[in-house]
C-alpha cells in the first residue's frame, strides 16, 4: 500500500517506536518517515507507506515550524529533560531583553549540531557515541532563522515559536538562546507545528503530486521510452536547464535531473 500522509507524534516515544506503531496500525510492512522527531518532542511527522518514502527528499518539507519551551537555569548533555543534571534558580529577566535577544537569532546562524543526535561520525550516530562516553566533535551546521516571536515568559520558562531551515536543531538554539541570556537552559518541551506544507490533518491522506518540490516537465517523443526505462535525450525536453522535474504518465510519476545536458532517472514510474 502506497500512502502519505501526516501524524501526530506524541512525546514520550522514539519516531522509530511510533512508526512501529503505525505499521501495526494499519498493516503495512514497508513504512519510513522523514524529518526525526526527538522522543520528548511532538508534532507533526510526515508518514509515507509502500513505495512513497522514495519522496522524501522531494517533497515541500521546508521551511519548519516550532513551539518550544526553554527553561532556564537547568542543564543537560541531551540539551533537553531526558538528562537534567542540575538546576539553579535564576533571577526574573525582564521581557523587553528576552525579546530583543530572540530577535537577535533572526537570520543565518552557525553552531554545533547536539552530541545527542541522529547525525554520524563514521558512520556511527553521534548519540551512540555520546552514550558510551566517545570522544568526538560534532559538525558545525548552518541553519536560516526566518521568525522567532515569544509567546509567553512564566519564569523560569520562555514560551517561543521559531521558524528555521530544514536540519535545524531546536535543542540547540534553545541553549543558545540561553546563553546570550547570560544564564544556562534546555529545552522542557518541543512541538512540530508544520513541515513545509505538510501539517497534521488526522492523517489525512495526501496526493504526492500536489507536494512534490520539482517542476512539472513535458517529454516530446514517445512516453514509452520512459516507461520502459530507456536512456533520454535533453533534446525531447520542454525544459532543459538543469534542475528536478517530475512527469506524469498514465498515473505514474517519473522524477528525472538535468544536469550538464544529462538526463537521469531519479525515480521511475512509480504509482500515484
Same mark, same amino acid.
Given at each position: 500500500m502506497?500512502k502519505?500522509?501526516? =501524524?501526530?507524534k506524541?512525546?514520550g516515544?522514539?519516531?522509530?517506536q511510533?512508526?512501529?506503531?503505525?505499521k501495526? @496500525?494499519?498493516?503495512? @510492512?514497508? !513504512?519510513?518517515?522523514?524529518?526525526t522527531?526527538?522522543?520528548f !518532542?511532538?508534532?507533526?511527522?510526515?508518514?509515507?507507506?509502500?513505495?512513497?518514502?522514495?519522496?522524501?527528499?522531494f517533497l515541500?518539507?521546508?521551511?519548519?515550524a516550532?513551539?518550544?519551551?526553554?527553561?532556564?537555569?537547568? =542543564?543537560s548533555?541531551t540539551?533537553? +529533560?531526558?538528562k537534567?543534571?542540575?538546576?539553579?534558580?535564576?533571577?526574573?529577566?525582564?521581557i523587553?531583553?528576552?525579546?530583543?535577544?530572540?530577535?537577535?537569532?533572526?537570520?543565518?546562524?552557525?553552531?554545533? /549540531?547536539?552530541k545527542?543526535?541522529?547525525?554520524?561520525?563514521?558512520?556511527?550516530?553521534? *548519540?551512540?557515541?555520546?552514550?558510551?562516553?566517545?570522544?568526538f =566533535?560534532?559538525?558545525?551546521?548552518?541553519?536560516?532563522?526566518? &521568525?522567532?516571536?515569544?509567546?509567553n &515568559?512564566t519564569h523560569?520558562?520562555i514560551h517561543?515559536?521559531t521558524?528555521?531551515?530544514?536540519?535545524a *536543531?531546536?535543542r540547540s538554539?534553545?541553549?543558545? +538562546?540561553?546563553?546570550?541570556l547570560?544564564?544556562? $537552559?534546555v529545552?522542557?518541551?518541543?512541538?512540530?507545528?508544520?513541515?513545509?506544507?505538510?501539517?497534521?490533518?488526522?492523517?489525512?491522506?495526501?496526493?504526492?503530486?500536489? &507536494?512534490?518540490?520539482?517542476?512539472?516537465?513535458t517529454?516530446? /517523443?514517445?512516453t514509452?521510452?520512459?516507461?520502459?526505462?530507456?536512456?533520454?535525450?535533453?533534446?525531447?525536453f520542454? +525544459?532543459q536547464?538543469?534542475?528536478? *522535474?517530475?512527469?506524469?504518465?498514465?498515473n505514474?510519476?517519473?522524477?528525472? /535531473?538535468?544536469?550538464?545536458?544529462?538526463?537521469?532517472?531519479?525515480?521511475?514510474?512509480? $504509482?500515484?
Open positions: 502506497n502519505l500522509f501526516v =501524524t501526530n506524541p512525546a516515544l522514539s519516531s522509530n511510533f512508526l512501529s506503531r503505525l501495526r @496500525k494499519y498493516g503495512v @510492512k514497508k !513504512a519510513g518517515f522523514s524529518g522527531l526527538d522522543p !518532542a511532538r508534532g507533526s511527522l510526515i508518514i509515507a507507506f509502500g513505495q512513497y518514502p522514495k519522496l522524501f527528499r515541500k518539507k521546508s521551511p519548519k516550532y513551539k518550544a519551551t526553554l527553561w532556564l537555569g537547568a =542543564t548533555p540539551l533537553d +529533560i531526558e537534567i543534571d542540575n538546576i539553579k534558580e535564576t533571577p526574573k529577566l525582564d523587553k531583553t528576552i525579546k530583543e535577544t530572540l530577535n537577535s537569532f533572526l537570520g543565518e546562524l552557525e553552531y554545533s /549540531s547536539p545527542y543526535s541522529a547525525k554520524k561520525q563514521n558512520g556511527i550516530p553521534y *548519540y551512540k557515541l555520546a552514550r558510551t562516553d566517545t570522544e =566533535t560534532p559538525k558545525t551546521i548552518k541553519s536560516q532563522i526566518q &521568525y522567532i516571536k515569544l509567546l &515568559y523560569p520558562f517561543f515559536e521558524t528555521v531551515s530544514e536540519g *536543531y531546536i538554539i534553545g541553549t543558545l +538562546i540561553a546563553q546570550r547570560g544564564i544556562s $537552559g529545552l522542557s518541551s518541543l512541538e512540530r507545528v508544520n513541515e513545509g506544507e505538510f501539517y497534521f490533518q488526522d492523517e489525512k491522506e495526501l496526493k504526492p503530486i500536489n &507536494y512534490l518540490n520539482t517542476t512539472p516537465n517529454y516530446n /517523443s514517445d514509452n521510452n520512459i516507461l520502459l526505462g530507456k536512456k533520454l535525450d535533453i533534446n525531447d520542454e +525544459i536547464e538543469d534542475g528536478y *522535474y517530475h512527469l506524469l504518465i498514465d505514474l510519476l517519473s522524477i528525472i /535531473s538535468i544536469n550538464d545536458g544529462e538526463v537521469k532517472y531519479e525515480i521511475n514510474r512509480l $504509482g500515484i
